[in-house]
């Protein structure tokens, strides 16, 4: 199928809300499973047709050549169909993302390694969202990178996202957190991890003397498990100057340290 600006002034109209939600959402992630998507997009629908319709919706979008699966069908588990693919933007949703993101990504070239970092940060982003619509706290801003990324300087702090959240007590009273997030799957040690805590510390000083009336994000570190969780507090501890700064959480458990 040749993708023709034809083919995408045709398409255009026959897009739903949620389809160029989907378009915006798959831009900015990059990668997304289609249960990630389920969950995301289709929570309002009845326990009997959520999978159904998501079945239906990412079937037409990859039909269009909005979305294409990449990677490898997981086999087994709960999930099925559509469920078990890896999804990022084809040729027709990299052209229309233009009009959804003022910078959509590059084709996704499948890469094990990547991937799944892509899919864990992703996966926060959905625990976040869904832990929104309780009403205990807002998801007032989500930046995935390379949005969160931020310049000073002749230098560049890479987080793996940015989280705003805003929380409303019983009382009345109202608080807003930020965080730099690094999304830990205890898959990097030594130098690579090392180097980051630095990299945050001349930001914050950075941070300090521009926009000194401005508080600083946290910066939470998430890993799997608790022997991650215990290695990456050995290393903050060895920076006393920095332990304001950082936190430790698990990726089971995001809001304990977030709403914390």
């Known amino acids: 199928m040749s993708i023709t600006n034809r083919y995408l002034n045709q398409l255009g109209p026959q897009l739903t809300e949620r389809d160029l939600s989907i378009i915006h959402e798959v831009g900015r992630f990059k990668l997304l499973t289609g249960g990630q998507l389920e969950r995301l997009f289709f929570a309002d629908c009845s326990d009997t047709s959520r999978a159904r319709n998501r079945q239906a919706v ?75 619509r309780s009403g205990s706290f807002a998801l007032l801003d989500f930046q995935p990178e390379p949005y969160c990324w931020r310049t000073f300087g002749h230098r560049i702090l890479k987080p793996d996202a940015f989280a705003q959240l805003g929380v409303v007590y019983p009382d009345g009273r109202r608080r807003k957190g930020s965080f730099f997030v690094e999304v830990d799957r205890a898959n990097q040690y030594g130098a690579k991890i090392e180097t980051k805590l630095p990299q945050y510390l001349a930001y914050y000083q950075h941070h300090r003397q521009a926009q000194p009336e ?47």
């Not at 050549?65 to 997981?74: D, T």
């Not at 052209?95 to 390694?113: I, K, V």
């Not at 608790?226 to 950082?246: C, S």
């Open 58 to 132: 990412l079937r037409r979008l990859t039909g269009h050549r909005v979305l294409a699966r990449v990677g490898q069908r997981r086999v087994g588990g709960a999930q099925r169909g559509s469920a078990s693919y890896f999804y990022t933007l084809d040729v027709a949703g990299q052209h229309l993302a233009q009009g959804t993101s003022g910078r959509p990504r590059r084709p996704y070239s499948w890469y094990e390694p990547t991937a799944a970092h892509f899919l864990a940060v992703a996966e926060l982003y959905v625990t976040l969202t869904e832990g929104a």
């Open 214 to 260: 401005q508080s600083f994000p946290r910066v939470v570190f998430f890993a799997p498990h608790e022997q991650r969780m215990r290695y990456l507090r050995r290393l903050i501890a060895e920076r006393p100057d920095a332990r304001h700064l950082f936190a430790v959480g698990s990726l089971d458990d995001p809001l304990a340290v977030l709403l914390s």
